[in-house]
């Protein structure tokens, strides 16, 4: 999984309680993005980082926030855990904007809300 | 507005025999087109991609992709099928506009499972 490390691995927890994912890199990518994985919806992208610091939406970001303070780590937040947050969340990592370059993905990390 | 369509839920092939997963696209400009596969319990790992040139791009583990323009489509196809290759693949289209982004557009993912 290219130098792409997620934790935890797997979190139960209950509604109403904030909750960090966190996604580690060594391979020195400026692009992080945050996926969720859903039967029927492929991956949705939550929110993606083009640097320190620099982050943007992605097409369901509500109820998420994410923090980029290092190049090799990308933080995603649930606020304040819903049970339709349940879901496989994947964290991804590509080189650099112009060129079409490929994204690489962590082993993920699957998250329960009770 | 960008979207990626893959219209088989599941693919079903006996080991040996030719496999095509389907995939059609909707981008303005110039389509970058990428397969990606993922085994149980797995993150994705990229197959191959499209970006210009040779119409037929060839990618890992024995996969190929052919991209028609005019069809809008991008088909990954692997001449002989192995039990190994049962997995969910996805087709993944890169979005256009935001000079700062490299976003892709996922479809929905094909269980492709290889019978012996």
């Known amino acids: 999984d290219a130098g792409i490390t997620q934790s935890p691995r797997h979190k139960v927890t209950e509604t109403g309680t904030p909750v960090t994912l966190r996604c580690h890199q060594t391979e020195n990518h400026r692009y992080m993005y945050w996926y969720r994985q859903d039967p029927g919806h492929g991956l949705r992208l939550i929110h993606y980082?083009?640097?320190?610091?620099?982050?943007d939406k992605g097409e369901v970001s509500d109820g998420y926030s994410v923090s980029r303070s290092k190049t090799e780590d990308f933080l995603l937040t649930l606020e304040s855990a819903t049970s339709s947050q349940t879901s496989v969340y994947f964290c991804?990592?590509?080189?650099?904007?112009?060129?079409?370059?490929?994204?690489?993905f962590g082993p993920g990390t699957r998250l329960t809300v009770t | 507005a960008q979207s990626v369509a893959q219209p088989e839920d599941q693919v079903n092939v006996a080991e040996g025999n030719p496999l095509t997963v389907k995939c059609t696209y909707s981008?303005?400009?110039?389509?970058?087109l990428f397969w990606y596969v993922q085994y149980p319990n797995r993150g994705l790992q990229f197959l191959l991609k499209?970006?210009?040139?040779?119409?037929l791009v060839k990618g890992s583990y024995g996969f190929e992709a052919e991209f028609n323009k005019s069809q809008t489509s991008f088909h990954l196809k692997k001449p002989s099928a192995l039990v190994s290759d049962s997995a969910l693949y996805f087709c993944?289209?890169?979005?256009?506009?935001?000079?700062?982004?490299?976003?892709?557009?996922f479809g929905t993912g094909t269980r492709l499972q290889v019978f012996p």
């Open positions: 980082s083009y640097g320190v610091k620099d982050t």
């Open positions: 499209y970006i210009t040139g040779d119409n």
């Open positions: 993944a289209v890169r979005a256009s506009g935001g000079y700062n982004t490299d976003k892709l557009i």
């Open positions: 981008v303005s400009g110039n389509p970058y």
């Open positions: 991804a990592i590509s080189e650099s904007t112009g060129l079409p370059y490929e994204q690489y």
